[in-house]
């Protein structure tokens, strides 16, 4: 029921934003505007995000090989890419629960380490992001930012090096784990033995990435961010109409950000509307704005997509 209800309240929030953009936005110039853009550069971005999407399998592989030999980047990069597919297509994060209880069979490791994986990931992720919308805040002067704003530079870092150090340390979620598992363990017997054996093989994957470890995972997220900022960069770059085309630096993380709110799978509105808002915060007009919102969210959306996509209608195929 709840799963449901998030639905329901992401699709109105996504129908809400995606309004509110068109709204402000004369139709025949936003076409115009998407018109003009310059096909080679989005061809540049195009390469610079698969290198990025590569970079992300190789991390999610460096994590799980702790445990699994045979989760080489090669054998991770087809789970990756259709997780990705599943979730741009699915509701209730569908591509992720793949990779927990469907892949997890193909890279000879067990849900729980899988569970964990995604966990670091996501932090990992997320600690980029808050690093890279401190430099945006600082580098572009921005203070009247919703929230975030009021956090600031300095704050918003902190919070991302906070995160790294809590990676670097992972008893706390240790002691959390173990906690949940006593509780479960009272509640059903029967099934607290299942879930322990899957929780302990997670610990020993988050042990083993703690420490000095954790430093090239967080080398490695902030390098495949970094080239998600490069594709960004490229397609502004591929906009006549924009002025401030590093505006796209702080498009990234604002819009990726944005993503956490309940939207529909794809995040229909809530990436194009806060990278419309990044861009016109960094001086640039509302038409093209929303063409680059709209050409980046297509850019980074489709060819995941249809990748995935394909590689699952391959294999299903096989089996």
């Known amino acids: 029921m709840k799963r449901h209800i998030r639905t329901v309240i992401g699709l109105i929030i996504a129908i809400i934003l995606t309004g509110l953009i068109f709204r402000k936005t004369d139709g025949t110039q936003l076409i115009a505007a998407i018109k003009s853009s310059n096909p080679l550069w989005l061809l540049a971005g195009l390469i610079i995000f698969s ?41 209730f994060r569908a591509g992720d629960l793949a990779r927990v209880f469907v892949f997890n069979k193909t890279l000879g490791t067990g849900p729980g380490q899988i569970l964990a994986s995604l966990f670091v990931e ?46 670097a340390f992972p008893r706390w979620l240790q002691i959390c784990i173990d906690g949940g598992l006593r ?4 509640l059903t017997p029967n099934r607290g033995h299942h879930l322990a054996d899957e ?42 109409g924009l002025i401030n085309s590093a505006g796209a630096w702080f498009a990234l993380p604002l819009a990726t950000l944005a993503t956490l709110i309940p939207s529909t799978p794809g995040y ?52």
């Open 51 to 91: 290198l990025g999407l590569i970079g992300r399998a190789a991390r999610w592989s460096s994590m799980l090989r702790t445990s699994s030999p045979n989760a080489t980047p090669r054998a991770c990069l087809q789970p990756f890419l259709s997780s990705l597919a599943l979730n741009n297509v699915l509701p």
């Open 183 to 186: 509780l479960i363990h009272r």
């Open 268 to 319: 229909v509105g809530t990436f194009d509307y806060f990278a419309i808002l990044a861009m016109t915060l960094t001086q640039n007009d509302t038409v093209p704005a929303t063409a680059f919102a709209l050409i980046a969210h297509l850019l980074i959306w489709l060819p995941p997509t249809l990748a995935g996509g394909i590689w699952l209608l391959i294999t299903r195929n096989k089996t």
């Open 199 to 240: 929780a302990a093989d997670a610990i020993k994957l988050l042990s083993a990435l703690g420490g000095k470890r954790i430093l090239p995972l967080i080398t490695i997220s902030l390098i495949v961010w970094g080239l998600e900022g490069i594709t960004l960069w490229c397609v502004a770059q591929s906009m006549p």
């Open 122 to 167: 996501r932090l990992l992720d997320l600690a980029s992001l808050l690093l890279f919308l401190a430099l945006g805040l600082w580098a572009f002067d921005i203070h009247n930012l919703p929230t975030l704003g009021k956090v600031g530079a300095s704050g918003t870092a902190l919070i991302a090096l906070l995160i790294f150090v809590l990676l």
